[in-house]
């Protein structure tokens, strides 16, 4: 969630959803291992040509990477791509996962801000917890990147989804789905920067659509996508007759896929979730999948690209304070259709995920897919 969002996944080129919707067819613990694998091909570096820039001209670079959660198969494959990024820069890569515990994350920031850093990319959060942190790194003279985390401070940059394009590809296919004046359910949670924006889009499209929603809830959790399937079932049992459920986060979709599921209601509610993931392209297409529809980046291109970023700032070269990474918008009609199992096969099927062209340069071996 795109997610001051925590795990977006809630996370989000050349590419605007606009053009893409054509695509649908029918449709820390402490780590610095970069090589471990979440079931996708690791991504090989195409060659640097240029001569490196200081500080990477003189040898490893300490970047510490603090994040909100790691937990579910997008954020792992974030977190691949960021891992296999640095190691081709040279980047000495410190890890730290709070595990969605927000306190222990604003500690993990602390010890990253007196690690020796040179910089420090927050992966989700909520700003109440980590904006002191924040600007203690930046008056220390660390180079600060965030993901989608809202923050103010003068000096920071800031990388995203593009959350509220990405909810409204998704919507679009909903409305032509489930139709106007249609009863719905929504699984949200306020107060991560990514799903409050797909948030805002929900709103205008329930206005538009004249929708009425029959319920509300959901919750992140270190196993969000289980913790909700008690919460939409319930919602389910009252409001059985919804023709659709938005799920504006994979795990939130996942925990509702499996709630519908569990009521026997697969054939008469359709799920629609965002971001995209090995996992997910499972759940989508797996026989009888109440799930219909995404969008999203590539995980693991948006963790290389982040770092890329973050490399660019080190060495004075980004001359920009954001960088916005664009969505597309994937059915189940057109994964089935294509036979896609997979993010490498989808990467192939969908060009337009590649992030090769984002935040580069000479000097830098690229990963992105």
């Not at 994040?67 to 040279?90: C, H, I, M, T, V």
Request: aromatic share 6%; net charge neutral; with cysteine.
């Amino acid at each position: 969630m795109s997610r001051s969002s925590r795990r977006t996944r809630l996370p989000l080129a050349a590419l605007s959803l606009a053009s893409a919707s054509a695509l649908l067819l029918s449709a820390c613990s402490q780590s610095t291992d970069a090589s471990k694998g979440t079931g996708d091909t690791a991504a090989k570096a195409s060659a640097a040509t240029g001569d490196k820039p200081a500080p990477f001209s003189d040898g490893a670079v300490k970047v510490a990477l603090v994040r909100q959660s790691g937990a579910g198969d997008y954020f792992e494959q974030w977190g691949n791509g960021a891992k296999a990024q640095a190691k081709a820069l040279g980047i000495d890569l410190t890890v730290y996962d709070a595990q969605a515990d927000n306190a222990k994350q604003a500690t993990d920031l602390s010890s990253a801000i007196n690690s020796g850093a040179k910089a420090i990319i927050i992966d989700h959060g909520f700003p109440a917890t980590i904006q002191p942190e924040i600007d203690k790194a930046v008056k220390k003279g660390i180079k600060v990147v965030v993901y989608d985390v809202e923050t103010d401070t003068k000096g920071v940059v800031s990388t995203k989804q593009d959350d509220a394009s990405m909810a409204q590809a998704v919507l679009d296919v909903m409305a032509k789905e489930v139709g106007k004046d249609a009863k719905v359910g929504y699984v949200n949670v306020a107060g991560y920067a990514a799903l409050d924006k797909r948030d805002t889009v929900w709103k205008s499209t329930v206005e538009a659509q004249g929708w009425k929603q029959a319920f509300k809830v959901g919750k992140v959790t270190d196993s969000t996508a289980t913790d909700n399937v008690p919460l939409v079932s319930a919602a389910l049992t009252q409001n059985s007759d919804v023709a659709g459920v938005f799920a504006p986060y994979d795990e939130l979709a996942k925990g509702a896929v499996l709630a519908v599921q569990n009521k026997k209601l697969q054939d008469k509610v359709k799920v629609f979730g965002a971001d995209v993931s090995n996992a997910d392209i499972q759940a989508i297409t797996a026989e009888g999948s109440p799930w219909v529809a995404t969008a999203g980046t590539d995980p693991s291109a948006v963790g290389a690209a982040v770092v890329r970023t973050t490399a660019l700032e080190l060495a004075g070269q980004l001359n920009k304070t954001s960088v916005e990474f664009p969505a597309v918008a994937i059915t189940q009609d057109f994964l089935r259709e294509k036979k896609i199992e997979n993010m490498d096969q989808l990467r192939k099927a969908l060009p337009a995920l590649n992030l090769s062209q984002v935040s580069t340069a000479d000097w830098i071996s690229n990963v992105a897919h």
